[in-house]
């Protein structure tokens, strides 16, 4: 039995809650009074209750974000059902801001921002029968030094099969108004030898695939170079991943980047946009000569695996210039390009332009962009359903040469939007289409719709599909080849190492 019984749905099981274990640390002398409980979106809400309910607990902390809130807010009734006795305490960045849109109003008690102090005092007060604190509670940001760090709370299991989080910063000195990091400007560092002491433990416990969740990684080379340092000091295999702000790649940070070997960091570079004028109107900087010149050495200097990202929906942009944002940056890397989807999140500013641009909002979670201005919902749909379908075929590495094939004349968004219309069409959906299905469905649109030659479409597809050794091709492209897979293979299988040929092709 526990008294505090820390618990929420993370979105998969791979990725475990640092939030909760960050309360657990510092719960301090009541820590072996709390248990962490962690479930996933998928499990059924009342075996979830029937566990956290089975503690007897006297206090419940419940983590709630974007992907868990519809889910949570149930919950939140059904513990109150059962157990009304039993404090409940919500955290998170959910309930964090005002307005809520989700109906917590059950809940005894809302901590606002990180809640690690705050939580602790809350759960003293009511153990010991104190005089209550308010509903709301405010929560101060603590100074890093002052906070147990909760590395110690991965259990073996998370280490051997789990992505392990680790910070090394919290805040971020950016203001872009669709992000709620913008809104802790102040940007505070843990001390940086305990950090490494943790680092340390972890990889001797055997951890080996890190994300770090510092919003702006990059921003002072006195505190990335020690943390870079470390890894390369290591031997692979490890996979370390940092989001990085796409303007600031000074030459230290570039010369140790460089020297990170195939297969073990990740960087996930944030564009969002590249029209000037939308960036500044939601206050995003954008130098376009030092992106460039930086996407073009992560490119070809490093063996990074890179993720770019492109924002659908925001004020002032309109689907053409969308179009045009991917296909300049599709010029720019062979990278993976997200194409996420506008979301207006409690605590933004973007609410101020909801009037002039005619901003329209999905009103529970994810809080997507549903129409504006200058994009209807059904054009907001198709470029939705594009998105979804960009990740199959782009991104999903199944189809790195032949979805070329889809923009002969090199419009990528246009010729991208067009076959994703038709696959919606063929099949009324954008998920659970199996890889055959998908093969032969992108195998018959370059023939039938785009006149390509059988023989032409069947060897290019299958020259993917082969890269993934004993993978069996549909039959419908291998009765269309004409060229030997081995020959197939070997010919479009890049080799791991600087990547100046894929700038060459």
Request: with cysteine; charged share 25%.
């Amino acid at each position: 039995m526990h008294d505090i019984v820390l618990t929420t749905l993370n979105a998969r099981y791979i990725h475990p809650s640092i939030g909760l274990r960050y309360l657990h640390a510092n719960l301090h002398d009541l820590r072996h009074r709390a248990v962490i409980q962690e479930f996933v979106i998928s499990d059924h809400l009342l075996d979830i209750a029937e566990k956290i309910l089975a503690h007897r607990p006297r206090i419940i902390g419940l983590g709630v974000y974007i992907w868990n809130g519809k889910e949570c807010e149930q919950l939140v009734r059904i513990l109150k059902s059962l157990a009304p006795e039993v404090l409940l305490v919500l955290g998170g960045p959910e309930v964090s801001h005002f307005p809520h849109r989700l109906d917590f109003s059950q809940a005894d008690h809302v901590i606002c921002g990180e809640g690690e102090e705050q939580f602790h005092q809350l759960c003293c007060a009511y153990l010991t029968g104190s005089a209550g604190l308010p509903r709301i509670i405010t929560a101060s940001p603590p100074d890093p030094d002052r906070l147990v760090m909760p590395y110690d709370l991965y259990t073996d299991a998370d280490v051997a099969h789990r992505v392990i989080y680790v910070e090394a910063s919290r805040g971020c000195p950016f203001s872009c108004e669709f992000c709620l990091s913008s809104i802790d400007k102040l940007v505070r560092y843990f001390d940086p030898d305990r950090f490494l002491r943790e680092l340390a433990t972890l990889w001797d416990r055997g951890a080996r695939n890190f994300k770090f969740i510092d919003r702006t990684f990059n921003l002072s080379m006195q505190r990335v170079g020690p943390i870079l340092d470390f890894f390369l000091r290591r031997q692979p295999p490890f996979l370390v991943h940092f989001e990085v702000v796409p303007e600031h790649f000074p030459f230290e940070l570039r010369e140790k980047l460089a020297q990170f070997p195939p297969g073990t960091l990740q960087l996930e570079v944030g564009i969002q946009t590249l029209n000037a004028d939308v960036a500044a109107s939601i206050h995003r900087r954008l130098d376009m000569d030092r992106i460039t010149a930086n996407l073009r050495f992560l490119e070809e200097e490093t063996n990074a695996h890179l993720h770019v990202d492109l924002i659908i929906g925001l004020p002032g942009e309109s689907a053409d210039s969308f179009g045009r944002n991917l296909n300049r940056l599709a010029g720019l890397t062979r990278a993976e390009i997200q194409l996420g989807v506008l979301k207006k999140l409690s605590g933004t500013t973007l609410n101020r332009h909801d009037a002039v641009h005619g901003m329209t909002y999905l009103p529970y979670p994810p809080y997507e962009i549903l129409a504006n201005d200058l994009i209807d919902f059904t054009a907001m749909q198709d470029l939705k359903r594009m998105a979804r379908f960009w990740d199959l075929l782009y991104n999903s590495g199944n189809f790195n040469g032949s979805v070329r094939l889809l923009w002969p004349d090199q419009d990528v968004y246009a010729g991208f939007l067009r076959f994703s219309k038709w696959l919606y069409g063929a099949t009324e959906s954008t998920w659970q289409i199996a890889l055959k299905r998908l093969a032969e469905l992108f195998f018959a649109y370059l023939t039938e719709e785009l006149g390509l030659a059988k023989d032409e479409a069947a060897n290019a597809i299958a020259a993917d599909l082969l890269k993934v050794k004993g993978r069996p091709l549909p039959v419908v492209i291998s009765d269309n080849m004409t060229v030997h897979p081995g020959s197939l293979q070997a010919r479009n299988t890049l080799s791991p190492g600087k990547r100046q040929a894929r700038h060459a092709e």
